[in-house]
T-cell receptor, first 108, second 111 residues
Framework: KNEVEQSPQNLTAQEGEFITINCSYS?????LHWLQQHPGGGIVSLFM???GKKKHGRLIATINIQEKHSSLHITASHPRDSAVYIC??????????FGQGTRLTINP | SAVISQKPSRDICQRGTSLTIQCQVD?????MFWYRQQPGQSLTLIAT?????????ESGFVIDKFPISRPNLTFSTLTVSNMSPEDSSIYLC????????FGQGTRLTVV
């Protein structure tokens, strides 16, 4: 079993829909990262959170430390949100362990 | 936040040759990491680049295949040696500890 599990693996939605991506982890952590990877390969850090909720524009990330679960939400989704979203947690000397990624496609 | 410049952004190489990827950070960082992302897969850590000492490699990765340099606290290189088509991947550098800032990635195709 992977230490970090994401769901769904693939998600297709229509523009304007509310999107939720989930991430569960099996070990104690100090923080969790949400990352965005575009087709060119570059990765952008969206959030680092250790408790509660963070919001940036149309993106919201929440974490429940007790339940070892985090969610990434996108409100009013847009085709430019199409990307792979990855959650990652630091383990073992601060090395990051990654979920499998969620490939999001937003159709106009 | 750290700004990381990685180059080249992409390359097509002949099998048997080597490619060196560079990663420049705009501030001094303690740890730099090199990752490989094979097609359709998540990121796998290759090694941790340590300033002033040899890199620390993860299981399945060896120095002869992936030599790494870390001459100072802002710069590192990864060389992919004696390449084969199986080395076709995206290679990314990132910084730490505790951060999740990445370079733009190097998309390598070996033919």
């Amino acid at each position: 079993k992977n230490e970090v599990e994401q769901s769904p693996q693939n998600l297709t939605a229509q523009e304007g829909e509310f999107i939720t991506i989930n991430c569960s982890y099996s070990v104690g952590i100090s923080a969790l990262h949400w990352l965005q990877q575009h087709p060119g390969g570059g990765i952008v850090s969206l959030f680092m959170l250790s408790s509660g909720k963070k919001k940036h524009g149309r993106l919201i990330a929440t974490i429940n430390i007790q339940e070892k679960h985090s969610s990434l939400h996108i409100t009013a989704s847009h085709p430019r949100d199409s990307a792979v979203y990855i959650c990652a947690v630091p383990l073992r000397a601060q090395k990051l362990v990654f979920g499998q990624g969620t490939r999001l496609t937003i159709n106009p | 936040s750290a700004v990381i410049s990685q180059k080249p952004s992409r390359d097509i190489c002949q099998r048997g040759t080597s490619l060196t990827i560079q990663c420049q950070v705009d501030s001094q960082v303690t740890m730099m990491f090199w990752y490989r992302q094979q097609p359709g897969q998540s990121l796998t850590l290759i090694a941790t680049a340590n300033q002033g000492s040899e890199a620390t490699y993860e299981s399945g990765f060896v120095i002869d295949k992936f030599p790494i340099s870390r001459p100072n606290l802002t710069f590192s290189t990864l060389t992919v040696s004696n390449m084969s088509p199986e080395d076709s991947s995206i290679y990314l550098c990132s910084v730490g500890p505790g951060e999740a800032f990445f370079g733009q990635g190097t998309r390598l195709t070996v033919v």
